[in-house]
Nanobody, 123 residues
Framework: QVRLVESGGGLVQPGGSLRLSCEVS????????IGWFRQAPGKEREGVSC????????YYVDSVKGRFTISRDNSLNMMYLLMNNLKPEDTAVYYC????????????????WGQGTQVTVSG
């Protein structure tokens, strides 16, 4: 059974940083694309950043380019999202997800999901 558990969310002031982590169990992460998605109140869930299984192809939504960095540690079955220079518009529930077989950074493509972690940027 695949299980994804996010951690690292919280309340941060504008300009601050957070690192989200996602522990994956039940699969060998090295064979999967990984992704971080977010959903703000009243909005659709969107792909924030995705990374291919070989870590040579990364996608970032325009609004986070230059501020967020996705990474993975296949030896630990972990994925991360480093978020710098956070803005109030980054406030959302953030979800990690996995995809086997490759595909776009889209909620409809990804197979397994975590329960989400709240990120609130306010101050």
């Amino acid at each position: 059974q695949v299980r994804l558990v996010e951690s690292g969310g919280g309340l941060v002031q504008p300009g601050g940083s957070l690192r989200l982590s996602c522990e994956v169990s039940g699969i060998s992460l090295r064979f999967y694309d990984i992704g971080w998605f977010r959903q703000a109140p009243g909005k659709e869930r969107e792909g924030v950043s995705c990374l291919s299984s070989t870590a040579d192809n990364a996608y970032y939504v325009d609004s986070v380019k230059g501020r967020f960095t996705i990474s993975r540690d296949n030896s630990l079955n972990m994925m991360y999202l480093l978020m710098n220079n956070l803005k109030p518009e980054d406030t959302a529930v953030y979800y990690c997800a996995t995809l086997h077989g490759g595909g776009p950074c889209s909620t409809s493509e990804y197979d397994d999901w975590g329960q989400g972690t709240q990120v609130t940027v306010s101050g």
